[in-house]
Each structure stands twice: as structure tokens, then as C-alpha cells.
């Protein structure tokens, strides 16, 4: 044990030297670099304002998403850390130009590997023994690295079944702290020049979901939790959870089952690789399973629960044999109070329904503040909860535009927004952007409506005629019936 402490002394010096001036550095980029984006895009707006040809200014919009998404990606790319969840967040189909999409979804699973004998001193300082006392074998090359850790295979010592091993990266905490803040301060000054949107709210939130990450002993809690509530509450688990090595998992090392699959990014290819049709009936059928094992868990994790994997990019999917899909770290979980998952219950059901004024009590009831910029106040609120809240955009919205005067944003002011409510809008538009990747628009909402007339029946603020309502309609739910 003091040999291991005494080999690594001098190097953990070095390291501590050079992690304390990172954040320095790391600030000066970020702003050098936001300000020319930003900037770049208000400049841009002035020029194509002169412009009166329709055609030749969407062509110049496309330019300018593509000068802009190259200088974000490599910002992201560089910069790593925080940022690379930032690329998660904004790299979605129905939230960026096309022109980030395309370059930002790269980013979503890659991340700088810490070297092997970083990754040693970490795991050998957090479980107190060698490498070679606790594993049978170890991969020295990491299976995948994210931005707050990376993953190796291994098999324990008298032990048949592979283990995946998560290593937190070195420093890695203090960068993305300093990331979030220099964010928090950008954020603060948008909503007040040109999205209005609590924007400083979120990123709070993120701050203190981003902080939870670096515990993996709240990890392994999280994943037991949730691994036993959708077993005990289904036949089948919808979804795969990893089980935890109790024994081998501490503040920055978590040992765990390993699930072999594929990343739901690479479905696709791995379909043309065994003659299946990405376009066929036998792919869709895949594609729609997936989408109702991912949905059927949220719904019930968000609003019988509250408590939920509030991070499920494509970096966390797995698909197995038989079209199962397994859901991986779960670093980033929320528990909601039953105040808010009633409340988020009412707010699914007025979307379902298409109720305006349902939506408008849904609002007051989960805090959601808003001042209105335009007549028909209640069918602008309702959409801007649809845009929110549910995968399927309302018709005419391709994407979330903030900037376009068209924009709900634009025509209802969002002044307050609970933080606790940013991890269930983060999840829908994840689930959104999956949706859109596998060419299904469906509505979460309307399959969440049995689950959410069950959690306010079983509140009871849901009575009588109802209930054979709600019945029949989780029936309904597990044909999944989609719509195109």
C-alpha cells in the first residue's frame, strides 16, 4: 500500500501544478471563442437583412450555420470536458441547423482516453489494492471515453464475466465546474439581449446535475434504485440496467456488469452489415420496439417514480440481441418532488389532449412563468409546451429556432422556469432527437397519458369514470401505436 503511494508521489505533484492553471487557460478560450460566434451571427443578421431575395438569404443562412458550426465543434472538440456535453445538448435535429448537427453529433461518444498509468494511480489510490490483486485481466485500452470518465473491460479474479470499469478522469472536476460558470455568465447575458428564456435557470440546474457526476458512489445507488423499480413494476424490464459491484465501487472508480451491444449510432450500420433494409418493414419493426422500450421506462420512471436517468444520448444506449436496449450511466439522475411529477402529469395530459387551458393551469401549477407578447396567448402557451415537452413538434415546426420571430420564445417571455423541470425538458429532447435520428415522429405524451392518469389517480386528483378510461388506455399503450 505505502509502495504504491510512494511511486506516484512526484507524478501527482507534476499533475497537480498543471490541472491548477488549466482553468485559467480554459476560461480565456471559451470567451475568445463564444464572443466570435456570437458575434459572427449578429453581424450576419444586419448583412442578410439587406437581402430581399428569399432563396439567396436561406442560402446564406446555410453558409453562416456552417462557418458557425465549424468554429463550435472545434471549441467543443479542444476544449472537452463540459463542452462536449454542451455538443450532446445543442447536436440534435429538431434543436440546431443541420449544418451543427452534422458536426456535432461526432462528438457525443468521444472524448481524450486518460493514459493507462493516470487511470492506475487512480484506481489503485480509490480501491486501495494493485491492478493485478483485483482483476484476472484488464484491458489497457478503454472500451469508450466520455467527458467525465472512461471505460475499460476487465474480469475479475475468480470471476467468469467480463466487468466494465469506470475510471474518473484526473482534474477533471474543477475544469467543468469553470466551464458551467463561464457558461452561466454567457447565459445571463443572452436572455437578456436575445432569447427570452430563464437560460441562467438551466444552466443552475446543470451545475447541479453535472456536480452530482463526480460521486460514483451516488451512481451506483441511482442504479440499483432504478434497476429494482422497473423490475419490480414490469413482467420484462423495458430496458437493460447495469448491476453494480458493491465491493469495487468508490468516489471516482465504479466497477460494473458489462452489457455487450451495439451504440444505437452505429444500428444502422450494423443492420446493411447482416442484408436487413434500413428503409424495410423488418428495420422499422426494430427501430419502433427500441423507441417503446425507451419510452415505456421514462414514462414510468418520470411520473410513477420521479426518480429518472435524466441522460439518455446515444452515447448511454445500447442495443442487444433481440432489439433489447440497455441503458448506461447513470451519473445524471433526478428525483422529482411529487408536486412537480403531478404537475408534469397534468402538463402531459393537456399536450395529449391538445387542452390550452389545461396547459395554462399546468404552467401556474409547475412554476413556469410567462408574460405574453401576443393575442392568442392560450394556443401559443400550448405550443411552446408541445415544443417543451413532447417529441412530436407541433405542425409547421421543424426545428427550435429561438432567434426566429415565428418562435413561441419570442411570443410567450419564459421569466421563470424551475431548475428541477430542465432535466425532464433535457430528457424529452434527447428522446426527441433519438426519435428524429430513427425517422419516427411519434408523441411521448400520448403514450404517457395512461401513466400519467394513473399517477393522479393513485394521487387522487384523478375520480370514478376515469379510472376504466385509463384501463383501457394502458392497454393501448403496450400495442405502442405509432404515428408517422
Not at 475544469?175 to 443572452?190: E, G
Not at 389545461?358 to 415544443?387: D, H, P
Not at 408523441?443 to 392518469?453: F, G, T
Request: charged share 25%; glycine share 6%; aromatic share 10%.
Amino acid at each position: 500500500m505505502s509502495g504504491i503511494a510512494s511511486r506516484f508521489d512526484f507524478k501527482e505533484i507534476q499533475e497537480k501544478v498543471s490541472l491548477h492553471l488549466r482553468p485559467w487557460h480554459r476560461s480565456f478560450q471559451f470567451w475568445v471563442r463564444a464572443a466570435d460566434i456570437y458575434t459572427g451571427y449578429k453581424v450576419f443578421q444586419v448583412r442578410v437583412s439587406f437581402v430581399k431575395d428569399v432563396q439567396k438569404q436561406h442560402a446564406m443562412w446555410e453558409r453562416q450555420h456552417e462557418l458557425a458550426a465549424d468554429k463550435i465543434y472545434a471549441m467543443c472538440s479542444d476544449l472537452g470536458g463540459f463542452f462536449l456535453k454542451v455538443a450532446q445538448i445543442i447536436g440534435k435535429p429538431d434543436l440546431a441547423p443541420a449544418a451543427w448537427v452534422k458536426k456535432l453529433v461526432t462528438l457525443c461518444d468521444q472524448a481524450p482516453a486518460t493514459p493507462f498509468d493516470g487511470v492506475q494511480r487512480v484506481l489503485e489510490k480509490e480501491l486501495g489494492q494493485s491492478i493485478s490483486e483485483i482483476f484476472e485481466k484488464f484491458d489497457v485500452n478503454p472500451l469508450g471515453s466520455a467527458s467525465i470518465a472512461q471505460v475499460h473491460l476487465a474480469r475479475l479474479k475468480g470471476n467468469k464475466n467480463d466487468v466494465a470499469v469506470k475510471v474518473q478522469h484526473p482534474g477533471i472536476q474543477e475544469l467543468m465546474m469553470t466551464d458551467i460558470r463561464n457558461l452561466q455568465a454567457f447565459a445571463l447575458y443572452m436572455q437578456k439581449t436575445d432569447i427570452k428564456f430563464d437560460l441562467y435557470s438551466v444552466t443552475k440546474e446543470m451545475e447541479t446535475q453535472i456536480g452530482y457526476e463526480f460521486d460514483f458512489l451516488r451512481e451506483a445507488n441511482a442504479m440499483e434504485r432504478i434497476h429494482h423499480f422497473l423490475y419490480e413494476n414490469n413482467r420484462k424490464s423495458p430496458v437493460l440496467v447495469p448491476r453494480v459491484v458493491r465491493d469495487l465501487a468508490s468516489r471516482r472508480v465504479l466497477v460494473m456488469e458489462y452489457i455487450d451491444g451495439i451504440p444505437i449510432l452505429k444500428l444502422g450500420d450494423e443492420m446493411a452489415k447482416r442484408g436487413i433494409n434500413p428503409g424495410g418493414k423488418m428495420a422499422a419493426a426494430a427501430k419502433q420496439n427500441i423507441l417503446k422500450s425507451l419510452t415505456l421506462a421514462y414514462g414510468q420512471m418520470i411520473l410513477k417514480s420521479g426518480f429518472f436517468h435524466a441522460d439518455p444520448h446515444p452515447g448511454n444506449i445500447l442495443i442487444c440481441k433481440g432489439s433489447e436496449v440497455a441503458l448506461l450511466d447513470y451519473g445524471q439522475v433526478k428525483d422529482l418532488p411529487d408536486q412537480l411529477r403531478l404537475g408534469y402529469a397534468n402538463l402531459v395530459l393537456a399536450i395529449a389532449d391538445n387542452d390550452p387551458v389545461k396547459a395554462m393551469e399546468s404552467y401556474r401549477e409547475l412554476g413556469i412563468g410567462t408574460v405574453s407578447n401576443c393575442g392568442n396567448e392560450q394556443q401559443e402557451l400550448l405550443r411552446l409546451a408541445q415544443t417543451m415537452f413532447d417529441t412530436k413538434l407541433p405542425p409547421g415546426v421543424v426545428m427550435l429556432q429561438p432567434f426566429s420571430e415565428d418562435s413561441s420564445i419570442k411570443k410567450i417571455a419564459v421569466e421563470s422556469f424551475p431548475e428541477e423541470l430542465f432535466s425532464i425538458l433535457r430528457t424529452v429532447h434527447l428522446l426527441r432527437g433519438l426519435s428524429v435520428g430513427l425517422g419516427i415522429n411519434f408523441s411521448c405524451a400520448e403514450q404517457w397519458r395512461p401513466i400519467a392518469e394513473g399517477a393522479l389517480y393513485n394521487a387522487g386528483r384523478l375520480k370514478g369514470a376515469n379510472r376504466k378510461s385509463r384501463v383501457r388506455k394502458l392497454s393501448s399503450f403496450r400495442r405502442f401505436s405509432w404515428r408517422n
